[in-house]
Antibody, heavy 122, light 110 residues
Framework: QVQLVESGGGVVQPGTSLRLSCAAS????????MHWVRQAPGKGLEWVAF????????YFADSMKGRFTISRDNSKNTLYLQMNSLRADDTAMYYCARAWVPYSGSYNFDYWGQGTLVTVSS | QSALTQPASVSGSPGQSIAISCTGT?????????VSWYQHHPGKAPKLMIYDVSNRPSGVSDRFSGSKSGNTASLTISGLQAEDEADYYC??????????FGTGTKVTVL
């Protein structure tokens, strides 16, 4: 069955960096675009970034552009989110999500991980 | 990119119909027919309920329907059931190749 397992969250100070990972299994990872979505405590969903199945295209939400980098290693079935210059308002649960149609740039999600919590605090 | 605007809460009695609006701009909701709706029970993964404005994924009840007019999309839940109580989020692809979610609506079944 499809599984997405995030890791790498934790408590960090403002201005520092963190790298999140999302280990995928149960499907052909290299065939699917992937996304990161976050949810701050008590707030709604916020889209973070997209990476195409072939790593050719990457897009970011405005507030993350220039600070966050998305990447993937199809040989390891793993998605990454490198977060730099972290701010208090980056505090959130971060989810990886699979685009629901293979070989597409779909922005619809059919599977989500359980999330990894990032807390930015001094 | 500002979040799409949804009402904070909507409620209805079992069997009734409710509608949730999702208002964006000409750069997102109004530009493409790429509006989706997710049902989110706290502690569980969001579930895709509607995609491309009005299409239902396989397995989603036909009590859920979507529509769009101009910069506003809507999700209608008919024959409201207790299990429909959840948070609902719209989302839209944008002209900048990004995605924007709505502010979220808490649906309460009275």
């Amino acid at each position: 069955q499809v599984q997405l397992v995030e890791s790498g969250g934790g408590v960090v100070q403002p201005g520092t960096s963190l790298r999140l990972s999302c280990a995928a299994s149960g499907f052909t990872f290299s065939s699917y675009a992937m996304h990161w979505v976050r949810q701050a405590p008590g707030k709604g969903l916020e889209w973070v970034a997209f990476i195409s199945y072939d790593d050719r295209n990457k897009y970011f939400a405005d507030s993350m552009k220039g600070r966050f980098t998305i990447s993937r290693d199809n040989s390891k079935n793993t998605l990454y989110l490198q977060m730099n210059s972290l701010r208090a308002d980056d505090t959130a649960m971060y989810y990886c999500a699979r685009a629901w149609v293979p070989y597409s740039g779909s922005y619809n999600f059919d599977y989500w991980g359980q999330g990894t919590l990032v807390t930015v605090s001094s | 990119q500002s979040a799409l605007t949804q009402p904070a809460s909507v409620s209805g009695s079992p069997g009734q119909s409710i509608a949730i609006s999702c208002t964006g701009t000409s750069s997102d909701v109004g530009h493409y027919n790429y509006v989706s709706w997710y049902q989110h029970h706290p502690g569980k993964a969001p579930k895709l309920m509607i995609y491309d404005v009005s299409n239902r994924p396989s397995g989603v009840s036909d009590r859920f329907s979507g529509s769009k007019s101009g910069n506003t999309a809507s999700l209608t839940i008919s024959g409201l059931q207790a299990e429909d109580e959840a948070d609902y989020y719209c989302s839209s692809y944008t002209t900048r190749s990004t995605l924007v979610f709505g502010t979220g609506t808490k649906v309460t079944v009275l």
